[in-house]
């Protein structure tokens, strides 16, 4: 009996602790664009150049890949993406990020882009603003323009979206 109540304790903290740890998680809507990401919090720590490291592919989020679905033929900046479902990751340097539309589903943060690199459908560059005052939880929302605005720590990135009709 004892061992059992022992296992059972061992139990219920490792789902507590393991559930603790996930990220809230949000959708951002426009008529024909929907972006589903997890929304990871500072903590005090530095996120880019050490969390999440200059150079290297980062899942844009927490948890499972941030997704997003386009109803129509839409462009980024002047890139066209094909309507359809796909996976975003970013490429993050210092001064400017290149947002990767990747067409595998179901990726878990950015493990295995590397070998889904060919998967890639489109690539955004976009020049990074550096902010005042840090943002406490990675924030995507879209503006009054339309454009995709993503904010965390002192980055600032604005994306414009424009819909094929």
Not at 82 to 93: I, R, S
Not at 142 to 149: E, L, Q, T
Request: aromatic fraction near 10%; hydrophobic fraction near 40%; proline fraction near 3%.
């Amino acid at each position: 009996m004892r061992k059992i109540l022992c296992f059972l304790a061992l139990l219920i903290t490792i789902t507590g602790f393991a559930q603790g740890r996930k990220s809230p998680h949000d959708t951002i809507n426009t008529k024909d664009v929907s972006v589903a990401y997890g929304r990871p919090s500072m903590h005090g720590r530095t996120i880019f150049g050490e969390l999440v490291k200059f150079g290297k592919v980062w899942r844009l989020g927490a948890d499972e890949a941030t997704t997003i679905q386009l109803d129509k033929e839409t462009k980024f900046g002047g890139t066209t993406v094909p309507a359809g479902t796909y996976t975003l990751f970013a490429l993050v340097n210092e001064g400017e990020w290149t947002i990767i539309f990747n067409s595998v589903l179901g990726q878990w943060g950015a493990f295995s882009y590397e070998k889904n690199k060919a998967s890639d459908v489109a690539q955004v560059t976009v020049p990074v603003e550096k902010l005042a005052t840090p943002v406490e939880q990675l924030t995507m929302r879209f503006d009054d323009d339309k454009a995709i605005v993503i904010e965390w720590e002192l980055m600032h990135l604005k994306i414009q979206v424009k819909t094929i009709d």
